[in-house]
């Protein structure tokens, strides 16, 4: 018999169930596959809630940019297809020794540490993410590194400008890789999206339907979401958490009311930065794989630049990452890439 793997588990952010991935969760939903009545309680939670339910959606015939984008049912469809990927991780493979995820990928990671439970956890997701969306503002995503995945010093440069032209009205919300994504009121992010030169065909990138997520204009949805959400939603995590600023959350001791002050509080209104998230992670638990749950497959760039930042296992450039992925069993291993997700069933 061979030896476990041990495997850092990272879920996605808000911005991962777009066109490609209408019917993530029916297509992958195997048989015998755990998740199946979860999936069924949240359907419920939603009814009652009078909401579409997560399996409509995701089964819906056309992806409908009205629908799947709103942010209620898109922070649905992402947790409950981060879920499902995780309920069907090979356990007699893969030794799973910690879980973080990118902004809204952090409630994933509660979910599969166990610290948001049963549809509760749906009644959070979906709450959190009404509140968020009603909030100011809007959020725009910048490259910081040249083609190589090497630091681009001018790129840098500009960006730190436009934060200080626009001081109070224009943030850092999340560190992402080799990407800063800003947040900031409407105005500020569009003098700054004009102020900053193209590059790439796409940048910079306005998110569609996203607030200015991780930046003091969420304190009031921080507010009430603290408010409105008892500490009774939250338990002690299963597994060891690393959350937004790169602490570790110990599986079994972590308390639940630290848990929910930081969730629902400083996460809300707060930069994430998911690329130290990634790297206090690898360096605390030294992974042998590292594994990306769906819906798609959009967090490999950003954890390889996070990587590469570090140099971790000798990692300079892309170059470096592409040719390490072709190994037989590659470090990182994406669940929303078939065939890589067979090597973790």
């Known amino acids: 018999m061979s030896q476990k793997k041990t495997a ?68 649905a469809l992402i947790f409950s297809a981060g879920l499902a990927d995780f309920a069907q991780i090979n356990r007699d493979t893969f030794d799973i020794v910690a879980v973080t995820g990118n902004s809204m990928g952090w409630y994933t990671a509660l979910g599969c540490a166990g610290v948001w439970q049963g ?8 709450g959190m993410a009404q509140l968020t969306a009603s909030a100011a503002g809007a959020q725009f995503i910048y490259p910081l590194l040249t083609s190589d ?11 730190a400008e436009q934060l200080y032209l626009h001081q109070g009205a224009l943030f850092m919300s999340i560190a992402y890789g080799g990407y800063a ?24 990138l306005l998110l569609p339907g996203h607030a200015a997520f991780h930046s003091p204009l969420m304190q009031s949805a921080a507010d009430q979401a603290l408010a409105r959400f008892s500490e009774s939603f939250f338990v002690a995590p299963q597994l060891p958490l690393v959350d937004g600023r790169g602490i570790v959350w110990p599986a079994f001791v972590a308390q639940p009311a630290a848990l929910k002050v930081y969730t629902l509080g400083q996460q809300v209104y707060d930069t994430f930065y998911f690329s130290r998230a990634v790297q206090v992670a690898v360096k605390d638990f030294a992974p042998d794989h590292i594994i990306l749950l769906g819906p798609g497959s959009g967090l ?20 470096d990452f592409s040719d390490a992925q072709q190994a037989a069993l590659p470090f990182v291993l994406s669940m929303g890439l078939p065939e890589q997700r067979q090597q973790l069933l």
Not at 29 to 53: C, H, I, K, S, Y
Not at 119 to 126: F, N
Not at 188 to 193: L, Y
Not at 300 to 319: P, Y
């Open 8 to 75: 850092l588990v990272v879920c996605p952010g808000r911005g991962s169930y777009n066109r490609a991935e209408l019917g993530y969760i029916k297509q992958h939903m195997a048989a015998g596959n755990p998740f199946v009545q979860q999936l069924a309680d949240f359907d419920a939670r939603r009814a009652e809630l009078n909401l579409p339910t997560v399996t409509a959606l995701d089964s819906a015939s056309q992806f409908s940019h009205a629908a799947h984008v709103k942010a209620e049912n898109a922070a």
């Open 119 to 126: 549809p509760d956890s749906m009644q959070l997701v979906t």
């Open 149 to 159: 995945w090497q630091p681009d010093l001018d790129k840098h440069s500009l960006l």
């Open 181 to 204: 994504v800003l947040a900031g009121t409407q105005s500020a992010v569009q003098q700054a999206m004009q102020a900053l030169p193209p590059c790439d065909d796409k940048f910079p």
């Open 300 to 319: 490999g760039g950003a954890v390889a630049q996070s990587l590469i930042e570090i140099n971790w296992q000798g990692l300079t450039c892309k170059q």
